[in-house]
């Protein structure tokens, strides 16, 4: 994911880049590899896409934590193996996204779903077996592992140092530049109503990025355009293309 950034930054682009969220609202399923498709096809930059961990301890790509709405099995993706849910809900694997990604060379934010008083011990243990799936598919450099759980961020960055990590900050910190040296992160995401346009520029000028998270009302979409945010998720990535070009 760095060699996009850099190559987006190098080129003086002042539109930033688009991510599928969840691949693209579309009428395939979210996070489905035809919906990653798609969203590539109508003008996504990168796709982002949500990594959770099954009881039988494979990761799979899935973005409600309680499966119950999407699959009718009451409980959370970590209570159910992989079979039970695929009976029920097509889910495919990090593993196969990863391949498919590889040959299509495809730029991917993973997000590590969290709800972390039920979750936290799963996602621990998913980032290694994440770290060896990437690493496997000789897709380091072209993903980015994002999300709330610092700790298990941490744990992702010291498996393997070229594994590049974003948080997700929902607070207003005191110094957002120490925050992601600490935390050797290399993407600040933040809704955009909670920054600034000089934080944006102080994280930029400090060698960050600046990600505007997802983005669905106009008002904030356009304050992160202004604002000369890196990168920013959308439902329908095509809407974009003209203002891209």
């Not at 809900?89 to 593993?95: A, D, N, S």
Request: charged content about 25%; proline content about 4%; glycine content about 6%.
């Amino acid at each position: 994911m760095r060699s996009l950034l850099e190559q987006h930054r190098r080129e003086g682009n002042s539109f930033p880049l688009i991510g599928g969220h969840r691949g693209c609202i579309c009428e395939d399923q979210e996070n489905s590899i035809p919906a990653m498709e798609k969203g590539l096809s109508r003008g996504a930059d990168y796709l982002e896409i949500d990594v959770q961990l099954t009881r039988d301890r494979i990761p799979v790509i899935f973005h409600d934590i309680d499966t119950l709405e999407k699959t009718g099995l009451p409980g959370l993706v970590q209570d159910h193996t992989y079979d039970e849910l695929n009976q029920c809900y097509k889910v495919p694997t990090l593993e196969s996204v990863m391949q498919w990604g590889r040959k299509n060379s495809v730029y991917f934010a993973l997000e590590i779903k969290s709800q972390h008083y039920l979750t936290g011990f799963s996602e621990q243990e998913l980032m290694p077996l994440m770290n060896e799936i990437v690493q496997g598919a000789a897709m380091v450099g072209q993903v980015e592992a994002f999300g709330v759980n610092y700790k298990a961020l941490s744990t992702l960055k010291r498996l393997n140092p070229e594994f590049e990590i974003g948080l997700i900050v929902p607070f207003i910190p005191k110094d957002p530049v120490a925050l992601m040296h600490d935390m050797h992160a290399m993407v600040y995401l933040s809704y955009v109503d909670n920054l600034r346009k000089d934080e944006i520029a102080l994280l930029q000028g400090n060698g960050y990025y600046v990600s505007g998270a997802i983005l669905r009302e106009q008002r904030l979409i356009d304050y992160a355009i202004e604002s000369k945010v890196d990168m920013f998720e959308f439902d329908k990535p095509e809407i974009f293309q003209a203002r891209k070009r």
